[in-house]
């Protein structure tokens, strides 16, 4: 079982930067695939970032490329994603996700078994 609990959300304006922290319990964090999505108001959930348990590979969807970094530290239990260049379209609520099994493709939600509750990001124009 882990546990996810997000935070770092907030209001900045357009250009501006976020980090959001995930903060896992359950000793099988440092052995999971982590990811962030985000959904928007009237739609649906899509993914953002993910990050493989040694921390190696990660992905991104084509819309954060080069404004987005994941990244994250196992010795703290710990998963980040730094944004910068924020766009109002960036607005959103945050997720982290966790997956038992890294054999699932990184950018569906069904790969995922575990969920935070989220945290909101607003960017102003």
Do not use: H
């Not at 953002?48 to 190696?56: L, T």
């Not at 997720?95 to 493709?105: D, E, I, L, P, V």
């Amino acid at each position: 079982q882990v546990q996810l609990v997000e935070s770092g959300g907030g209001l900045v304006q357009a250009g501006g930067s976020l980090r959001l922290s995930c903060a896992a319990s359950g000793r099988t964090f440092s052995s999971s695939t982590m990811g962030w999505f985000r959904q928007a108001p009237g739609k649906e959930r899509e993914f953002v970032a993910a990050i493989s348990w040694s921390g190696v590979s990660t992905y991104y969807a084509d819309s954060v490329k080069g404004r987005f970094t994941i990244s994250r530290d196992n010795a703290k239990n710990t998963v980040y994603l730094q944004m910068t260049n924020l766009k109002p379209e960036d607005t959103a609520v945050y997720s982290c996700a966790a997956a038992r099994s890294n054999s699932g493709s990184v950018y569906l939600v069904r790969s995922y078994d575990y969920w935070g509750q989220g945290t909101q990001v607003t960017v102003s124009s």
